[in-house]
């Protein structure tokens, strides 16, 4: 970061003293060009969250940057404002990182300096990317060499203005789905969810929000294998997305134009050799360098290898070459008779190559073979030569010669990643599997992949899930191709499988973290028997995952399993039994049975304490979570102090930046908030947030938990306008990381929904409530709390909307499953217990017959009907509007008031609907008569009031008096000033108003 903001500071102080005169917004343009022209810069700012986050808004932390960054630039400054310098740059990177965080950064590499002698294929190319969405670049003999890759290399440089972007995507041991999700996942919010569908339909979505807003986008799916690769689901299918296909298979049957790629001719490949060694040397011994050619079989690879051969061993004239390679020939020929001639002399080519290194330098070559297909990161492969006994001097100078050689070529400048060709590094695999080295090489990488493995936590930060990343594909090669290497698999052989598996989890990536639980528990029953220890972990590795995704069914179920063979295996006193027993405790109060929850979280901490000390991570962790049981039954007294005790074991064994104290301050703030004890939860919900976005990054599950527990917060401050944007981005975080079927997103479905009920947005809150209580059923059952709660709310709903009948029902419903799973003390059962008396004293208030019945109009002229019922003090203005046909007619709006005293009264409740719920046949007929659905702001709100003036003026009343809750100017910021319009006028609050948190008090006096 340091280095970042001050390449930044030292670009836009050049600019300030080159345009002294320029206004802010040129500056603030220059700078923005400057930054775009160096790439590489462009893509360290999209790169780096902690940039990010303080641009969106944190101007003392930017500052503070900015201030290091000048320190640190080496220019003269006497004529650069610093603030300027700092507002300048800080808009321009605004701009941009507005633009940049949803792209996805280009990832294809420059191509060779030496390609020649495809000019046509380049054209073709092109030609038929313009007629249609893709093309294949296949091998007219299926072989490699030919020059496939670098051909879609070179068509990406030279066609690079065509596109917007270009992505490249190795396929050669990963599917297109997977390649896919893993290169988006970073970039993409994704507001479908697709964690809980296929790879294939998540892939298809991550295709369709890939698109910028115009031009088209370069896709090559590099070295694809076989058609299964790339199925249709996972494939683009936009126009604007261009594929260029590159494979071995001549038959690929994927309806894409193809483009066969023969050998190069004679002439092209002299072209080559000319290129790399000079002109005068080939053309000096021209003869022999066309018989050299053919015994290459004019394959890209093999005359490229020969000229960096030559051009290292610049005294050797092609005579002695064509020895060389004649005599390496013969010995391949012995050795693999079957092999095609023009393998043998790329072989052959490699062989000269590597009859030239020292062997030293042979050494690292076989340990490459090793590697993965992918790019490799060279620290790792000198960690796992030091394993291997390869000397640091070995390594250094197998660097330099392989390089050299062309076996192995950087990728980026400081040469931290090297890629290396597939025929190469089967050539170095081969050489391995004959050397006396083969075991011990072997045993090197296996141990130190296994030992890397193990050091991945269950919660990564980003920085080491960044470090991680470089591991995982050598560490999937090892789990499917070398776990017969494995020394100790009664140790060791799981790790091959959790290690993958913890680093997607830990990510919220569950559909790639199943895979290699799946072939983890696969594994470990073929190779250590059913009734292996490891078998059990397997089982409840995969029950946490399921419990993750909230699978809670298919989880107890693995759980309990897990369990049965852990009581067996070790007996009730081991700390892996007490961890099913702690996974199959929060099992239970996730789906609501909280007894059964609470007894054996007791028994959890209890046996935790006995085994592993009273200080311990796991001892921390279960009192949270029974913590966590307590204050989801309301027994808030009991949880405090648990919390607090969890938080503090956190810190004296964990320290303060570690992903469980962000989880004890997100749970000890809930509490507060349960509470109502706002002002200490914010501040504990603010420091959550930030802990777990620097640990964690911006897209990890606790990050939605966190957005939709602040929301709650200001939700219950009415803070509406602050609730809900967080709400909307909890909703669509767990969308994207948990699938559209979990109960967290039914929650914040509920919870969003509640928030536009208490703005009046009774339209939109409807169909959420309505979603989430069908969610919440299918996932944790027609009894669980939390579709209890669901139930209340839509009950809430229907009351405010006055459709009262609709409303009792599923209170009582509420009322029931709450006071069975919850018992009839818990605050939210005495809550939903309140609202069903509250509607049932209303029902009897309004039980009253009409005195009469006054027409009035609202501003269309539509004529509605004002029905005036009076009952012992009650007063209630009831408004319809008539459809004309036969028992239809819509309540459209009431005033409810209370008289007080024979000259006082009290205006209770105003209220006119803005989402009219009719009959089908009601609907229909409103539809052809357009008949609104809101009647808000048409007038009779006013017409109605005045009628009501006039009445209760000729029954004596000479006050009229109410208050204003937020809620209510939430629902209408102007209805102050409405009460004014109608000759009320504001009043002082009273003490007891004050403390009910009004807003305004109302009079109007009559004559």
């Not at 969405?133 to 051909?151: N, P, R, S, W």
């Not at 998540?202 to 294998?225: H, R, T």
């Not at 006082?904 to 609907?923: K, Q, T, V, W």
Request: glycine share 6%; hydrophobic share 40%; charged share 25%.
């Amino acid at each position: 970061m340091s280095d970042l903001i001050t390449e930044l500071c030292q670009l836009t102080a050049e600019i300030l003293q080159e345009h002294p005169h320029a206004d802010a917004a040129r500056l603030v343009g220059l700078v923005k060009q400057g930054i775009v022209a160096n790439s590489q810069l462009g893509q360290a700012i999209q790169g780096d969250r902690q940039l990010i986050q303080i641009n969106e808004g944190n101007a003392k932390g930017f500052q503070t940057l900015v201030t290091g960054g000048i320190a640190n630039i080496g220019i003269h400054l006497n004529d650069v404002n610093r603030e300027t310098l700092q507002e300048v740059l800080q808009e321009a990177l605004g701009d941009l990182l507005k633009s940049l965080q949803k792209q996805i950064p280009s990832n294809v590499r420059q191509g060779s300096k030496n390609f020649v002698g495809r000019e046509e294929e380049l054209v073709d190319i092109h030609a038929k990317l313009q007629e249609g969405q893709g093309v294949i670049v296949c091998a007219v003999e299926g072989m490699g060499g030919v020059g496939k890759t670098e051909l879609a290399l070179q068509y990406a440089t030279r066609y690079q203005q065509e596109y917007v972007a270009r992505y490249w995507l190795s396929l050669r041991e990963m599917g297109l789905a997977q390649a896919v999700v893993t290169m988006a996942s970073p970039y993409l919010d994704l507001p479908e969810a697709m964690q809980s569908a296929s790879l294939d339909e998540q892939a298809a979505w991550c295709w369709q929000n890939w698109l910028p807003e115009s031009g088209k986008l370069l896709v090559i799916l590099d070295d694809v294998p076989k058609a299964e690769s790339i199925p249709d689901l996972a494939m683009p299918i936009d126009p604007r997305v261009r594929v260029l296909v590159t494979t071995r298979e001549r038959e690929l049957n994927v309806g894409f134009e193809s483009v066969p790629l023969d050998v190069l001719s004679e002439e092209k490949a002299l072209e080559l050799l000319r290129k790399i060694v000079g002109a005068a040397k080939v053309d000096k011994e021209l003869v022999t360098v066309k018989e050299i050619c053919k015994t290459l079989g004019y394959l890209p690879l093999g005359i490229e290898l020969v000229g960096e051969y030559l051009s290292k061993n610049r005294f050797l004239t092609f005579a002695k070459l064509q020895e060389r390679l004649t005599l390496a020939d013969d010995s391949i020929a012995r050795e693999r008779k079957n092999k095609l001639y023009g393998y043998r002399g790329v072989e052959a080519a490699i062989q000269l190559s590597w009859d030239d290194i020292s062997t030293g330098s042979k050494r690292v070559a076989m340990l490459l073979g090793l590697f993965a297909p992918v790019v490799v990161f060279w620290e790792l492969v000198a960690g796992i030569g030091v394993s291997a006994e390869i000397t640091e001097d070995e390594l250094n100078e197998a660097r330099g010669q392989l390089d050299s050689l062309h076996l192995i070529q950087p990728i980026d400048e400081e040469c931290n990643f090297y890629k290396i060709h597939t025929l190469v590094r089967e050539f170095f695999r081969a050489k391995l599997l004959k050397a006396e080295e083969n075991h011990q090489f072997r045993q090197a990488f296996v141990n130190r992949l296994l030992a890397l493995a193990k050091e991945i936590p269950e919660t990564p930060t980003i920085d080491l899930i960044a470090i991680v990343a470089l591991v995982i594909p050598h560490l999937d090669i090892l789990s499917r191709e070398m776990l017969g290497d494995i020394l100790n698999p009664e140790e060791d052989l799981i790790w091959a499988f959790t290690g993958i598996a913890c680093f997607y989890k830990a990510q919220g990536f569950y559909a790639l973290a199943e895979e290699p639980y799946q072939r983890c528990l696969k594994a470990t029953q073929e190779l250590l028997g059913e009734r292996h220890p490891d078998v059990a972990t397997s089982i409840n590795n995969l029950a946490d995952l399921y419990s993750s995704q909230g699978r809670y069914a298919e989880a107890e179920k693995l759980t309990q399993e897990s369990l049965q063979m852990r009581q067996e295996i070790f007996g009730g006193n081991h700390p892996d039994t007490v961890n099913s027993f702690h996974l199959l405790a929060y099992l239970y109060k996730a789906q609501g049975k909280y007894g059964e929850a609470e007894s054996i979280y007791l028994q959890v901490i209890k046996k935790y304490k006995e085994l592993l000390g009273d200080r311990h991570p796991s001892v921390a962790t279960s009192i949270n979570n029974l913590a966590d049981l307590y204050s989801s039954q309301g027994r808030y007294a009991e949880a405090e102090p648990l919390c607090q005790e969890a938080m503090q074991l956190r810190r004296e064994l964990l320290g303060n930046r570690h992903p469980d104290i962000a989880n004890s301050f997100n749970n000890l703030a809930e509490l507060y908030n349960s509470q109502g004890r706002y002002a200490e939860a914010e501040p504990l919900f603010q420091e959550a947030i930030q802990l777990m976005r620097e640990l964690l990054g911006d897209r990890h599950p606790d990050i939605a938990y966190s957005f939709n527990n602040l929301a709650e917060l200001y939700r219950s401050q009415g803070r509406y306008a602050e609730a809900e944007p967080l709400y909307q981005e909890a909703i669509q975080l767990m969308r994207e990381l948990l699938g559209d079927r979990h109960p967290s997103v039914a929650t914040s479905f509920n919870n969003l929904a509640e928030l536009y009920r208490l703005q009046g947005r009774y339209e939109e809150a409807e169909p959420l409530f309505i979603q989430a209580l069908s969610l919440s059923q299918e996932l944790l059952g027609e009894r669980h709390p939390s579709v209890a709660s669901s139930i209340n709310n839509l009950a809430g709903l229907y009351d405010s909307q006055g459709r009262h009948g609709e409303a009792e029902p599923l209170y009582v419903k509420a009322l029931e499953i709450m006071e069975v799973s919850l018992g009839v003390e818990h605050p939210n059962t005495k809550t939903v217990r309140n609202n069903l008396q509250s509607l049932r004293d209303l029902q009897n208030q309004m039980n009253m017959t009409p005195k009469g019945i006054v027409t009035i109009y609202d501003r269309q002229g539509r004529d509605c009907q004002i029905e005036v019922n009076e009952h012992e003090s009650i007063l209630s203005l009831k408004v319809y509007r008539s459809l004309d046909c036969v028992g239809l007619r819509d309540m459209v709006g009431h005033i409810d008031c209370v008289f007080e005293s024979p000259n006082e009264m009290l205006l209770a409740d105003i209220h006119f609907a803005d989402n009219i719920a009719r009959s089908p046949l009601g609907r229909i007929y409103a539809f052809f008569h357009k008949e609104p659905k809101c009647y808000q702001r048409l007038g009779l709100g006013t017409a109605t009031l005045e009628f009501l003036i006039k009445y209760v003026k000729e029954k004596g009343i000479k006050k009229i008096h109410g208050s204003i809750t937020q809620d209510d100017l939430n629902a209408n910021p102007k209805l102050i000033k409405w009460y004014r319009d109608n000759g009320f006028t504001v009043e002082a609050l009273t003490a007891e108003e004050i403390e009910k948190d009004r807003k305004a008090r109302i009079c109007l006096y009559l004559p």
